[in-house]
C-alpha cells in the first residue's frame, strides 16, 4: 500500500518562500513519478510539477517555472517542492501524487495512481 504524507504548508506573505515535503513509503518508488498538484477554491486541481524518481528530471508548469522547485532525497524517500516569490495565486491545497510512468509529462489527475491528503498553502497580500 502506498502512502504520500506532506507537511510544510502553512501562511506567508506574496514574496515569501516556503518548502513542501512528500514522504512516500509502502514500494520502491525508483520508476515511479512524482508530481505535486494545487486546488484551490473553487477551481480544478491543476498540475504544478511533476519529477522522474530515477532520473531526477522534472516538467514544471509554466505558472510555477522560475519559482517553484522540486527535487528528491532517496535515501529518505522523500521529495520536496521549494516556492519561492509566492503570489496570492499561489494559494491553495497542495497536493503529492505518484504514477509509474516512463515520461515525466504526466500532467493529468487521472494518470496518477496514489494521493497525499493535502497540506494548505495561503499566501497574503
Known amino acids: 500500500q502506498v502512502q504520500l504524507v506532506e507537511s510544510g504548508g502553512g501562511l506567508v506573505q506574496a514574496g515569501g518562500s516556503l518548502r513542501l515535503s512528500c514522504a512516500a513509503s509502502?514500494?520502491?518508488?525508483?520508476?515511479?513519478?512524482m508530481g505535486w498538484f494545487r486546488q484551490a477554491p473553487g477551481k480544478e486541481r491543476e498540475f504544478v510539477v511533476g519529477i522522474s524518481w530515477i532520473r531526477g528530471s522534472a516538467y514544471y508548469a509554466d505558472s510555477v517555472k522560475g519559482r517553484f522547485t522540486i527535487s528528491r532525497d532517496n535515501a529518505k524517500n522523500t521529495v520536496y517542492l521549494q516556492m519561492n516569490s509566492l503570489k496570492p495565486e499561489d494559494t491553495a491545497v497542495y497536493y503529492c501524487?505518484?504514477?509509474?510512468?516512463?515520461?515525466?509529462?504526466?500532467?493529468?489527475?487521472?494518470?496518477?495512481?496514489?494521493w497525499g491528503q493535502g497540506t494548505q498553502v495561503t499566501v497574503s497580500s
Open positions: 501524487a505518484a504514477t509509474d510512468a516512463k515520461s515525466i509529462v504526466v500532467v493529468t489527475t487521472s494518470e496518477y495512481k496514489y
Open positions: 509502502g514500494r520502491t518508488f525508483s520508476r515511479f513519478v
